[in-house]
């Protein structure tokens, strides 16, 4: 299982704190330093021991494969795989010595990070084994693409609880007041009413259908006639301008749909896993 950008920068800080070598994928040999040839999967056999204690070939195959992921030469990188593994076990040994590993704290730590990499593990293989298929991506494209429409709007609303507010404010407007002020003195929605109620550019899909109805039905620099309503409360929209909307291609937004898809997806699973575990207070 690949090693997260987290791991590796957590180990990079502990390693510069204890002011021992960074990790062998972040670390350049020495020059003239001997080097061994390797295949591209291992570090090939390595008897290293500290204190008696032999460092499992399995470690130095974990971090050689993850050098080899990042494009770094076995080769080259092998003496600094052997540096910090030794390292690591001098303060491993350390530690146990004094007894860090029965303090109840650090145990827990301990067997909260077994359990974190176990469960990225599994989160990995059950994606890795029900892949999004292109077709559901392109589809949820086609929707989200039809939900945007032809056209994105600039507007800007005044937002009230009260249907006879509005009406008060639109009967302002007719008179000649000025949205921007109107606004600032009566709308209820934090997000625009300091900006004189302006809700930048987006398309009629981002709204609730009674406002996106309305929007749409709207010329450039005209003002709903009545006061629209929706579950917010009620709403006096103003239409400052219009244009064609610029969607991305699917290929530009397939790998977010993707990853999105795949979130979905494995919230799906752990609640279906969920459901079906015995939880009990006791």
């Known amino acids: 299982m690949p090693v997260t950008r987290k791991q590796y920068f957590t180990v990079l800080a502990v390693a510069a704190v204890m ?5 062998a994928f972040a670390q350049k040999p020495k020059e003239g330093a ?21 460092i499992p070939q399995a470690y130095f195959d974990f971090i050689g494969k993850q050098a080899v992921a990042s494009g770094r030469p076995m080769e080259q990188i092998l003496p600094a795989i052997r540096e910090e593994l030794i390292n690591r076990e001098v303060l491993f040994q350390a530690a146990k010595k004094k007894a ?3 303090n109840a704290d650090i145990a827990t730590q301990i ?5 974190a990499v176990l469960i990225q593990a599994f989160i990995e293989d059950f994606v890795k084994s029900h892949p999004i298929k292109d077709e559901d991506l392109k589809s949820q494209y086609d929707q989200g693409r039809a939900q ?4 994105e709007y600039k507007a800007r609303h005044i937002l009230v609880e009260k249907e006879d507010v509005a009406r ?6 007719k008179k000649g007041g000025d949205f921007n002020k109107l606004a600032k003195e009566h709308s209820k929605d934090p997000g625009s009413k300091d900006n004189g ?42 239409l ?4 064609p909307v610029k969607a991305p291609t699917f290929d530009e937004v397939k790998e977010n749909l993707n990853k999105r898809a795949q979130q979905e997806q494995v919230a799906k699973f752990v609640q279906d896993l969920r459901s079906k575990a015995k939880v009990e207070e006791k």
């Open 19 to 23: 002011g021992i070598a960074a990790p």
């Open 34 to 54: 001997k080097t061994e040839k390797t295949d591209k999967s291992t570090v090939g056999p390595s008897k290293v021991s500290v204190n008696g204690v032999l």
């Open 100 to 102: 860090l590993d029965k």
């Open 111 to 115: 067997d909260l990070a077994r359990q």
């Open 148 to 151: 945007m429409g032809d056209n």
């Open 168 to 173: 008060t404010v639109l009967a302002e407007l």
């Open 197 to 238: 109620g302006d809700l930048d550019w987006g398309p009629a899909g981002r709204y609730v259908k009674p406002f996106g109805d309305a929007l749409k039905a709207l010329k450039k620099g005209e003002t709903t006639e009545v006061p629209v309503q929706t579950q917010f409360g009620w709403h006096v929209i103003k």
């Open 240 to 243: 400052d301008d219009v244009r």
